[in-house]
């Protein structure tokens, strides 16, 4: 009953920028996270950062003071943007919502980001 669609990967150079959107669908009753994930190839699937409906957020080491997550609850839109890329940033990367109320994970179909010369 909820769909999140994702876009904004594409082709960067190292040093680049990026900016993802995921825009969610349907019936969203309870209170959630939302999030991104990225998986690489060979990889597990890690979280790179989450904001909660109170606005609270948290990010993989990696990526802090390079990528930014916001939200728009009235639209139910969660964003990242991505400065200052690397090349070990390459992955696909998935929207993610997460309701506690429920135990429940929603993912989108992935998006691919590569940074490369």
């Known amino acids: 009953q909820v769909q999140l669609v994702e876009s904004g990967g594409g082709l960067v150079q190292p040093g680049g920028s990026l900016r993802l959107s995921c825009a969610a669908s349907?019936?969203?009753?309870?209170?959630?996270?939302m999030g991104w994930y990225r998986q690489a190839p060979g990889n597990e699937r890690e979280l790179v950062a989450a904001i909660t409906s109170g606005d609270s957020t948290n990010y993989a080491d990696s990526v802090k003071g390079r990528f930014t997550i916001s939200r728009d609850s009235a639209k139910n839109t969660v964003y990242l943007q991505m400065n200052g890329l690397k090349p070990e940033d390459t992955a696909v990367y998935y929207c993610n919502i997460y309701m506690s109320r429920y135990n429940y994970n929603y993912w989108g179909q992935g998006t691919q980001v590569t940074v490369s010369s």
């Open positions: 349907g019936r969203l009753f309870s209170i959630y996270t």
